[in-house]
């Protein structure tokens, strides 16, 4: 399976995992924090390893000179990580050619930090968030047009506004899940109490079920466990709101087309909040299982040596998993919504 490192290198003394009350320390690659890595001869064999596929690590002038060539500037996080610990020459150079990207990619680079931590660790996130926008448009579509027939452009802003609500559900089922790069300090509180233990507990758990460990950052059984009800969590909190929005949207339209004119073929107006809850338990326990089965099998498929040698390999099955994933999970809703009582 393909290695996914931190993405600052992080020397032997700063791999013990902090106390609950310390901020300090720098965890990159993708996903939160796990527990200390070991120590004795496996960490010069790590460094080596990671050395030779993510090349040597930049100190502080080398990185000032690379970007000074480049005429690109560092956000702060990153400029304090190459002052502090250095920063492997890959992931230097992975940033500035995305920064360097045409619009909108390098504005969204410089001005959005959730797009690109994940970009800086997994290359391919903008990839797998079009496939399953355009997969999941292009079958919604299909399904609006058998369904309302010749009533399709009459009824448009009903699609429309299905359509819309699902992007984000679109970009929130892959996001969730996402690889993730930390740089800097962690921006968990250092104050006790409830909350503040649940936030470092959670900012310590996988981005998924089947991340990948790297040097200096390992995952627990039990972390994994309890990622997959975080995430379950998660994906419930954002079908429950998306479902809010896009039924109640359905809903005032419907309504209001009704009162200017009726017709004795009109269904039903479905139950709001009924409908918000399925969406929310659809999500947190299928779509969660779904989507971390896939991160899991992408994973591997990224990592065999069919796909090192022919990138093209991931990519075909990242669609078609997803293809296979999006018409399972339609149909499986339908069943849901007809047994919940809401269809």
Request: hydrophobic share 40%.
């Given at each position: 399976?393909?290695?996914?490192?931190?993405?600052?290198?992080?020397?032997?003394?700063?791999?013990?995992?902090?106390?609950?009350?310390?901020?300090?320390?720098?965890?990159?690659?993708?996903?939160?924090?796990?527990?200390?890595?070991?120590?004795?001869?496996?960490?010069?064999?790590?460094?080596?390893?990671?050395?030779?596929?993510?090349?040597?690590?930049?100190?502080?002038?080398?990185?000032?000179?690379?970007?000074?060539?480049?005429?690109?500037?560092?956000?702060?996080?990153?400029?304090?990580?190459?002052?502090?610990?250095?920063?492997?020459?890959?992931?230097?150079?992975?940033?500035?050619?995305?920064?360097?990207?045409?619009?909108?990619?390098?504005?969204?680079?410089?001005?959005?930090?959730?797009?690109?931590?994940?970009?800086?660790?997994?290359?391919?996130?903008?990839?797998?968030?079009?496939?399953?926008?355009?997969?999941?448009?292009?079958?919604?579509?299909?399904?609006?047009?058998?369904?309302?027939?010749?009533?399709?452009?009459?009824?448009?802003?009903?699609?429309?506004?299905?359509?819309?609500?699902?992007?984000?559900?679109?970009?929130?089922?892959?996001?969730?899940?996402?690889?993730?790069?930390?740089?800097?300090?962690?921006?968990?509180?250092?104050?006790?109490?409830?909350?503040?233990?649940?936030?470092?507990?959670?900012?310590?758990?996988?981005?998924?079920?089947?991340?990948?460990?790297?040097?200096?950052?390992?995952?627990?059984?039990?972390?994994?466990?309890?990622?997959?009800?975080?995430?379950?969590?998660?994906?419930?909190?954002?079908?429950?709101?998306?479902?809010?929005i896009g039924q109640g949207i359905a809903n005032l339209i419907m309504t209001a087309k009704r009162s200017i004119k009726k017709s004795e073929e009109d269904v039903p107006v479905p139950p709001l909040f009924e409908s918000a809850a399925l969406w929310g338990v659809f999500l947190g326990l299928s779509s969660n299982a779904r989507y971390?089965?896939?991160?899991?099998?992408?994973?591997?498929?990224?990592?065999?040596?069919?796909?090192?040698?022919?990138?093209?390999?991931?990519?075909?099955?990242?669609?078609?998993?997803?293809?296979?994933?999006?018409?399972?999970?339609?149909?499986?809703?339908?069943?849901?919504?007809?047994?919940?009582?809401?269809?």
């Amino acid at each position: 399976m393909r290695k996914l490192p931190c993405l600052f290198w992080t020397p032997k003394r700063y791999r013990v995992r902090s106390s609950p009350g310390d901020d300090g320390g720098i965890n990159g690659g993708n996903g939160g924090g796990g527990d200390g890595g070991g120590g004795g001869g496996d960490d010069g064999e790590e460094d080596e390893a990671e050395e030779k596929e993510f090349g040597p690590i930049l100190k502080f002038d080398e990185v000032m000179k690379e970007t000074e060539r480049r005429g690109i500037a560092l956000p702060e996080d990153m400029l304090e990580a190459a002052k502090s610990v250095g920063i492997r020459k890959l992931f230097l150079l992975r940033y500035l050619d995305l920064q360097g990207s045409v619009w909108p990619l390098g504005f969204l680079m410089r001005t959005c930090t959730m797009l690109r931590n994940r970009m800086l660790a997994d290359p391919s996130f903008l990839f797998k968030v079009g496939t399953e926008i355009a997969i999941d448009s292009c079958c919604a579509t299909f399904a609006e047009v058998q369904k309302r027939g010749e009533d399709f452009w009459s009824e448009f802003e009903l699609y429309a506004a299905d359509l819309l609500v699902g992007l984000v559900v679109d970009v929130a089922l892959v996001g969730l899940l996402a690889p993730y790069a930390r740089i800097g300090k962690t921006s968990v509180p250092s104050s006790t109490g409830l909350f503040s233990g649940l936030k470092r507990s959670c900012a310590a758990l996988p981005s998924s079920v089947f991340e990948a460990e790297r040097p200096g950052c390992k995952f627990s059984v039990n972390q994994r466990i309890a990622a997959f009800f975080y995430k379950g969590v998660l994906y419930g909190s954002v079908g429950f709101g998306c479902g809010l929005i896009g039924q109640g949207i359905a809903n005032l339209i419907m309504t209001a087309k009704r009162s200017i004119k009726k017709s004795e073929e009109d269904v039903p107006v479905p139950p709001l909040f009924e409908s918000a809850a399925l969406w929310g338990v659809f999500l947190g326990l299928s779509s969660n299982a779904r989507y971390q089965i896939i991160n899991g099998l992408e994973r591997v498929v990224e990592g065999s040596t069919a796909a090192k040698r022919i990138p093209v390999v991931a990519m075909a099955f990242t669609v078609g998993v997803r293809f296979a994933n999006n018409v399972y999970g339609g149909m499986q809703f339908v069943d849901w919504a007809k047994l919940s009582g809401v269809q």
